[in-house]
């Protein structure tokens, strides 16, 4: 059976390269004064040109440097042209966010919480170049991060350039002295970027902007809650190698009441289902207390139908924080039976476990 995450394997060994430095390499002579409408066109032929030199690996990817703009370089053109009036996610506030209008997650300008070498994601991904992102498009009750979440004004503004130099030193190990380990990975030396929050949704324009000028061969990861719109799901097409999920609902009336979200289960899967077309799939499952029945149960049983390649995470870690507290039935933690439930569930269905 093949591995969920063979091709990212295949990247860390040098037998193949992220997907968005190949991106770069194909050559796409856009018009800055075209309008929208003619841009993503240009934009879904040369994708269908692209998937082809990907699949055949043939054609000009990696047979000669380019001189003038890339397809990556027309994709942060329209993602700065979303943001205009904003549809980078489902809630599609359309207020112009480059002239100060705050929409639902109150992002501005994308402001860098922290960022570090992570130590504690899936055994797969480690140690893996983590950047937090202030903001967020959920107000999720029992949010674990929501310092950073509720607050999109908190953290710093992170030139693009500065940004892209610090991913090629994280991938190089060039601020640590590295060590080999076991694995025969390199301590302190990144194996992927894990671009996260908040979320990273909302600043989609500024990860492409850094994603133009970097060089490293690093694995591309979206940790997000997969409220995209779809054209920011076809934005990030052949620009992210592992999509690491965060499927949190298995019905729509929890995550309405819980995160405030309408619409949770179309939008959701949707999103994955697109991202399982075009790239690899981690997909995390936070067991909530009370929930297994509404919620997990459900989503395990969609993975196994609709994403069976996914590699799922089903996780245990949860507590009661932030406002969980004004919801008597996520007010304490999870039972181990109700843990072992889904996980028995999800092996029964075949799933593939972290
Ligand atoms: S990213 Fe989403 S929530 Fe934020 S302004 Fe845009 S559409 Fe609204």
Redesign the pocket.
Known sequence: MKDPLERYYRILEGNEKALYLLLRENESDFDSESCDDDLWSLHEDEMKTFWSHVSDGSGTVGTKPIEGRSLLDLKAELARRMMRR????E???S?D?TAGQ????G?LDARISSEFLHYGEEPQLIPSYTIFFSGC?FKCAFCQNYDISTDPGNGLLVPATRLADMIERRASGSETSPSVQATGRVRGRAVNVNWVGGDP??NLAYILDVLRISSADIPQIWNSNMYLSEKSMRLLEGVIDIYLTDLKYGNDSCAKRLSGIPDYMRIVSRNHVLAAKHAEVIVRHLVLPNHVECCSIPAMNWLSKNTPEALVNVMDQYRPMHRAFEHEDISRGVRDEEYERVRDHAESLGLRLV
């Not at 904003?86 to 996610?89: A, Q």
């Open positions: 904003c549809e980078i996610c809630w599609k506030c207020v966010r705050e929409g639902r997650c992002v498009n949704t909302p």
